[in-house]
């Protein structure tokens, strides 16, 4: 299997700060690294991804970084906005396929 | 395209009742699964397929049963339900190659009484 860690369960930042939301795998075969928003009472949605051969990558305010050695990858997100204000989870997927997630970050963005 | 497909979107059902919730994607994806959300344990994965007439056990699979026969559907069988299967349920699935997240439904909120 894969077991992946994630903090902080919450986080409070004021509109304009950054956010940073870290993971941690425990499977060296996983291989691609999803993040996903979710609001209340909705599915989560792919907001960005990053492939294991591939240290770091940016959309917008949105970026994740990888370090394959140390097994952890990170979520940046900038210049914060009320409408970030969501759930977000991270997930590895292993080498059979299966996506394992993380127990999720309860963000909040205070106008 | 619909993308994939979860009926209910709720239920209630008492203790020892079984019932079937119904998944399909029409997106040709081979590879789909099961999920159960619950408060401050993120999803865990209950039963997964990488392609018609192949199912395997994820994380959580005690007291569900899945069956695969189509490409585009995977039922989860709840067999006699339980208090502690109170959970939101979610059907995923992806091509399971390169950069190809899952694609949720918009899942079923299950109460056992």
């Known amino acids: 299997g894969e077991n992946v860690e994630q903090h902080p369960s919450t986080l409070s930042v004021q509109e304009g700060d950054s956010a940073v939301i870290k993971c941690t795998y425990s499977d060296s075969a996983s291989n691609y690294f999803p993040w996903y928003k979710q609001e209340l009472g909705k599915r989560p949605q792919l907001i960005i991804d990053i492939r294991s051969n591939v240290g770091e990558k940016k959309d917008q305010r949105i970026a994740v970084t990888l370090n394959k050695t140390a097994k952890h990858f990170s979520l940046h997100i900038t210049e914060t906005q009320p409408e970030d204000s969501a759930v977000y989870f991270c997930?590895?997927?292993?080498?059979?396929?299966?996506?394992?997630f993380g127990t999720g970050t309860s963000l909040t963005v205070i106008p | 395209n619909a993308g994939v497909t979860q009926t209910p979107k709720f239920q209630v059902l008492k203790t020892g009742q079984s019932m079937t919730l119904q998944c399909a994607q029409d997106?040709?994806?081979?590879?789909m699964s099961w999920y159960r959300q619950d408060p401050g344990m993120g999803l865990r994965l209950i039963h997964y397929s990488v392609g018609a007439g192949i199912t395997d056990q994820g994380e959580v699979p005690n007291g569900y049963n899945v069956s695969r026969s189509t490409t585009e559907d995977f039922p989860l069988r709840l067999l006699s339900a339980a208090p502690s299967q109170t959970s939101v349920y979610f059907c995923?699935?992806?091509?399971?190659?390169?950069?190809?997240?899952?694609?949720f439904g918009n899942g079923t909120r299950l109460t056992v009484t």
């Open positions: 995923a699935s992806t091509t399971g190659r390169g950069s190809s997240p899952l694609h």
């Open positions: 997930a590895a997927r292993n080498a059979g396929n299966q996506f394992y």
């Open positions: 997106m040709n994806h081979e590879y």
